[in-house]
């Protein structure tokens, strides 16, 4: 008897001193993941920022694809939320907080079956050389149970931070994705107004062409802007000469205007285009798509036995630009080739 005493004396000292080890654990737990993806800042916040994406990169869906997701009437920004309820996910639902476009979104998760917790989501987006390095961060206050969850089964962070890993590659898998999407369409044949233009001409190799455009472009730009020129329309170049024997083009960087200018500068010129019948093909997508953009376009003209001119315009259009549209597989250039 004495020694059942001891015994259970033993056990609640053990038992004592068990709870008083969970007890002093920390409070509060933090942990953070990120990755650098080669993709324009506003790109990568945007998929973040809209619940609807989240199937899509989350790690926890991927492993519960049966479970039903219900979305709030707003999806993205902030009050935008969602909850699930699955087997694996058991119950729960995630509402946006506070965002600071293209920089920061702070979100808070809870948590009501297996067990009932609140975290708070923290998201970071800033420009790096390569693209944009986004961080994904989580915490919270642990309670005596999460305590006792986490001595017998690990950290909190242990537990979670592959998830974290696993849903950044995957979020950059898909904007990866997303921004290789393109389309060709050949609006066949229209009537191209022509008009007045400013513009500056160069030769260069095949190869160099692109960014000989991007440096002379906004040159002609600069100069309408700075000297309270009205542009006409969207910036094209116009070619002049393709020369792959030698592997060199002549080509001119174009600001369309709506009158004649007499510049002062001799390397920006004024040109002007008289209106022409041309076959239109829309690009959607990247400019690294436009070589088939262009063999779709002159296979149009020899299937529909269309004859071009020999000295006919054949120019790019872009009708938008990567500023203010930063997502390439929604660059939209038009192509005319003109034909008799």
């Not at 492993?63 to 009050?79: I, P, R, W």
């Not at 001409?201 to 960014?211: G, M, N, P, V």
């Not at 022409?276 to 262009?294: C, H, M, P, Q, R």
Request: a negative charge; proline letters at 5%.
């Amino acid at each position: 008897m004495k020694a059942l005493k001891y015994i259970l004396f033993l056990l609640v000292i053990l038992f004592i001193g068990f709870a008083i080890y969970i007890a002093v654990q920390p409070n509060d737990f933090v942990f953070k993941r990120s990755k650098i993806m080669k993709a324009p800042t506003p790109v990568v916040y945007n998929v973040v920022n809209d619940f609807k994406e989240w199937p899509r990169f989350s790690p926890w869906i991927e492993q519960d694809t049966d479970a039903v997701l219900t979305y709030n009437d707003k999806t993205s920004g902030v009050d935008a939320g969602y909850s699930w309820d699955g087997e694996i996910l058991g119950i729960g639902s995630m509402k946006t907080t506070d965002v600071l476009n293209n920089t920061s979104i702070v979100q808070q998760i809870e948590f009501i079956e297996p067990f009932e917790s609140n975290s708070n989501i923290n998201w970071t987006f800033e420009p790096a050389e390569e693209g944009t390095k986004v961080t994904w961060s989580m915490n919270g206050k642990q309670d005596f149970m999460t305590k006792l969850y986490t001595v017998f089964m690990g950290s909190i962070e242990e537990a979670t931070g592959p998830d974290f890993e696993r849903g950044l590659y995957k979020l950059d898998s898909i904007v990866q994705a997303d921004m290789k999407k393109y389309s060709i369409t050949i609006e066949g044949i229209t009537q191209h107004g022509g008009g007045f233009y400013l513009y500056n001409t160069a030769s260069s190799r095949i190869e160099d062409l692109e960014q000989k455009k991007q440096e002379m472009m906004p040159i002609v730009g600069g100069y309408a802007l700075s000297n309270n020129i009205t542009m006409a329309g969207k910036p094209f170049v116009l070619y002049h000469k393709w020369d792959t024997d030698n592997n060199t083009v002549m080509f001119s960087c174009c600001v369309p205007t709506t009158s004649k200018i007499e510049t002062s500068d001799p390397n920006i010129l004024t040109g002007q285009l008289e209106p022409f019948k041309a076959v239109k093909t829309v690009l959607k997508g990247d400019y690294i798509n436009s070589k088939e953009a262009w063999n779709k376009a002159m296979a149009y003209i020899k299937d529909n036995d269309l004859k071009e001119p020999l000295a006919g315009p054949v120019l790019e259009s872009y009708v938008t630009d990567s500023k203010s549209t930063p997502n390439p597989a929604n660059w939209i250039t038009e192509i005319y080739l003109a034909v008799e």
